[in-house]
Structure formats: C-alpha cells, structure tokens
C-alpha cells in the first residue's frame, strides 16, 4: 500500500498522523488558532470552514486561507466544510458546496479537501479530478452522528470512495455499543488489509470510541484528529496527550 505525500507529509506510513482541526468563527480567531497550532505537535491542520462567519463571501474565504496557509508555514493544510447534515455546523445548498470547494481548489491555499461522499457520485468525481489537475489531494468522507452501519456497509462505502477517486477514503461513525466499536476496527482491518490502495481515515465517535482515535497503527487508520482547545467531533483528545500515546504505541510496534 503506498501512502500520501503531501508537502514533506507522508500520510499512511509509520505512526498515524495528527491533524488538528481550527474551528474559529471570525478570521481574528482563525489565526489567532492557527498560532497556537504551530506549538503542538501536530502533523496536518483542518480549516472548518463550516464554522467560519462569513464562509458565504469567496472573497472572505480565500483571503482567509491565504493568511492561514502563510501563518501554517510548512505544516499541511486541509480545507473542510462539514455540512449540518453529517454534524456540521451550517448547511449549503449542493450548488454552492460544490462552487465553495472549486473556489479553494482553484486559490492554491490548500494542500487537501474533504468532500462528502454524499454529495453525489458524478459532483465528487467531478471535484476529485479538479482538485488532482491543481495538486490538491482529496479525502472522500462520510460521518453518521446517529449510529454505526453494519461492518458491510463501512466497507462498501470505504470501497465507493476509493472507486470514486479519493486519495484518502474516510468514515466516521457514533457507537451505540462496544461491539459498534468492534464493528468500527474490523471493517478497518479488512479495509486496509485486502482493499485499500492507499491509506485510509477511520473512527468511531465519542468516548466510547476513543480506542479507534488510538489504535490505528494496530487496525490500520492513517489519520487521527486531536483538539487544541473546542472540540470539533465528540471523543476528540487534547494533542499533546494523543501525540504521547500515540508515540507509545509506535514505539511498541516497532519492538515486535
């Protein structure tokens, strides 16, 4: 399986990455998170745009992702707007979620995208292509905030992304139970293990979860997102603790 590079990043190998998201809602904010970022141990920063207050201005947002971008230096930046619908913060109409990301694909501001997989086959695709013409890689991704699927259906839309084009296909579930968590990892193992291309994004959702947001190394999830203060997805884990066990657990694969 090969991984991503994305600037000097290569996601999909050795431990799993760190990518903290940035949830201000005025640019103030924005940079003012950005700033401290670049003091943790993080390897990648999410821009929830979702939870920017004037994400309805193109101006505004490329303005924003442009003194993002310098602020990040060389830290990668993914430009994500999460939709109410799969626990965002606002809503857009398909039409304007689909001109928001082509806008920030066009801007070179951004390192990586995440497109909801929802958003329908022929705009995702259509979007994956544009964003790999302006070496833009792309996460595909789907979150139930309600339950988990069976392990049948991770699986089958871990595979649909990958189909699509996604350099990383990503799923985000919530657990009822403790064999939802178990459901979470083993579509994940069999995911990474016998399907996947590439690296992939897996997580199951609040404390109950939090072992999926650890043990990635083990079940094969590139990815992990730590909080740097609010928390944009329940379960998440403040970066400098996740960045410890994280290490811990790296180090303890490489003894065997």
């Avoid at 857009?92 to 070179?108: A, K, M």
């Avoid at 979007?127 to 070496?135: G, M, R």
């Avoid at 789907?142 to 996604?166: C, N, V, W, Y």
């Amino acid at each position: 399986m090969e991984g991503v590079k994305v600037r000097n990043l290569i996601i999909g190998k050795g431990r799993p990455k760190i990518c903290v998201p940035i949830v201000g809602v005025t640019q103030e904010d924005i940079m003012r998170d950005a700033e401290q970022v670049c003091r943790l141990p993080a390897d990648l920063v999410e821009w929830r745009a979702d939870w920017y207050e004037d994400v309805s201005d193109l101006t505004k947002v490329l303005e924003t992702s442009g003194k993002l971008k310098e602020s990040l230096g060389e830290l990668p930046l993914l430009f994500t707007f999460r939709t109410a619908k799969e626990g965002g913060e606002k809503s857009l109409e398909e039409g304007d979620y689909i001109r928001l990301n082509q806008t920030v694909i066009e801007s070179g501001c951004v390192d990586l995208l995440d497109i909801e997989l929802f958003t329908g086959d022929q705009a995702v695709a259509a979007l994956i292509e544009s964003a790999h013409k302006h070496q833009v890689k792309v996460i595909v991704s789907s979150h139930d905030f309600r339950k988990t699927p069976s392990r049948d259906t991770i699986l089958g839309r871990l595979k649909k992304m990958q189909e699509l084009g996604a350099d990383i296909p990503k799923i985000a579930v919530m657990p009822q139970t403790r064999d939802d968590v178990l459901a979470l990892l083993a579509a994940t193992l069999e995911m990474s293990e016998r399907y996947a291309k590439g690296p992939i994004i897996t997580m199951s959702m609040s404390g109950a979860g939090v072992v999926s947001r650890l043990a990635g190394e083990t079940f094969g999830s590139a990815v992990t997102y730590g909080s740097a203060g609010q928390q944009s997805a329940p379960g998440q884990i403040p970066v400098e603790e996740l960045a410890n066990i994280l290490n811990m657990i790296h180090k303890s694969q490489g003894d065997q």
